[in-house]
């Protein structure tokens, strides 16, 4: 089944505590992302990565990082997490632009992340 | 720049009632346009899309039509259900733009709860 997981799906920690979101896909897809979702802020984008080894900042990218040294997986590393931190986090693959799929994204089922 | 602008909501209604959620967008090329719904505890599914003005597009009795004169894309279904109940996002994709090749630019999301 064509997929995009994540894990965890739900995570509380505390302020200053390493942590890691993984993001693995099944499609072969170039481009992944990551986004947080909060009350009236819709989803807004943090990294993005058009394919292996190349990854760019969406719009929220501070406390951050990403890495791509598979096409499969897109992991979000939090190295110091602060309570503006928690979030819903999503993420999500697709074809890039030029394959002419319309960039349809296929999402993850989100993490729920508490920063205590 | 890209954006795109969602009717807010709440929106509450009841089953068999008429939908509409109001989708405006700013682009400075020719975008994509794409109608995301996300129900409770889950990620995003794309629910219908169009690529250029004046296609309609649809699915699961919803429908929506790529306006390029009003920059609108809003989203209607003659009867809905209590099963529509989700968070509704309108979202576009700009295709000429490379060095965002395969970004997705979000509304805020409505909230659709349909009562029996």
Redesign the interface.
Known sequence: EAQ?TQNPRYLITVTGKKLTVTCSQNMNH??M?W?RQDP????R?IY?S?NVEVTDKGDVPEGYKVSRKEKRNFPLILESPSPNQTSLY?C?S?L???SGR????F????TRLTVL | GDSVTQMEGPVTLSEEAFLTINCTYTATGYPSLFWYVQYPGEGLQLLLKATKADDKGSNKGFEATYRKETTSFHLEKGSVQVSDSAVYFCALSDQNRGSTLGRLYFGRGTQLTVWP
């Open positions: 995009v170039e481009y992302s986004y009236g802020l819709g989803l984008q993005y058009m999503f999500a697709s890039p632009q030029a319309n960039n349809e994204q999402f993850g089922p989100g």
